[in-house]
């Protein structure tokens, strides 16, 4: 509590200058990291390049807290066996599953998917009377992961005031914190 008042009247104290120097710094480390997610966004082709598993429907590939990263590419062609994240019409969350089903009409690939650990494929899942995913669902297929390191992710997403508060810390830090004197 002592480091947190210390903070506190330091920033109080600060000068104008100061003051606005930091918030320029805060400012640039914010966009910073939306420009990295841009990068991330061109260099994959899909909207939502990383993502993390939510659950365990695809384990043992893929763990709860595992960090995805998509390319939304058609070449080389999706394939049986690949994994892909969907996001259908009427849900928030995307799926992360493997194809286990392909074909071809029309100019239109229709896939159908199923969680490693599931014991059904996902038409369950799917919107009422779609029996496919197409193009227009497929966020991406994974190209790469990170294991367990999302689980920050969920538990920030589990417990809103460890977010709060872990927001609060970093912008209270890049406000108060000093250039290296030299």
Do not use: C
């Not at 509590?1 to 903070?7: K, Q, V």
């Not at 669902?137 to 969920?154: A, E, S």
């Amino acid at each position: 509590m002592h480091a947190l008042t210390d903070t506190w009247h330091e920033f109080k104290t600060m000068d104008k200058r100061r003051r606005a120097l930091q918030a320029i710094n805060l400012l640039l480390v914010i966009s910073t990291a939306l420009m990295t997610w841009k990068f991330f966004m061109v260099a994959s082709w899909s909207e939502s390049p990383i993502v993390v598993v939510l659950s365990g429907s695809m384990e043992p590939a893929y763990y709860r807290g595992d960090i995805l990263f998509l390319e939304l590419t058609y070449n080389p062609p999706m394939n049986v066996g690949d994994v892909v994240v969907y996001k259908l019409g009427d849900r928030d969350i995307p799926i992360v599953h493997r194809i286990i089903s392909v074909h071809e009409e029309k100019d239109e690939l229709y896939m159908l998917t199923k969680g490693d650990n599931n014991r059904v494929n996902d038409r369950g899942l799917y919107s009422q009377g779609q029996f496919w995913i197409t193009r227009k669902d497929l966020m991406g297929r994974v190209w790469f992961y990170i294991p367990y390191v999302g689980i920050i992710t969920i538990w920030l997403n589990d417990y809103p005031p460890l977010k709060y508060a872990l927001i609060s810390f970093m912008v209270i830090v890049g406000l108060t914190s000093r250039e290296p004197q030299g």
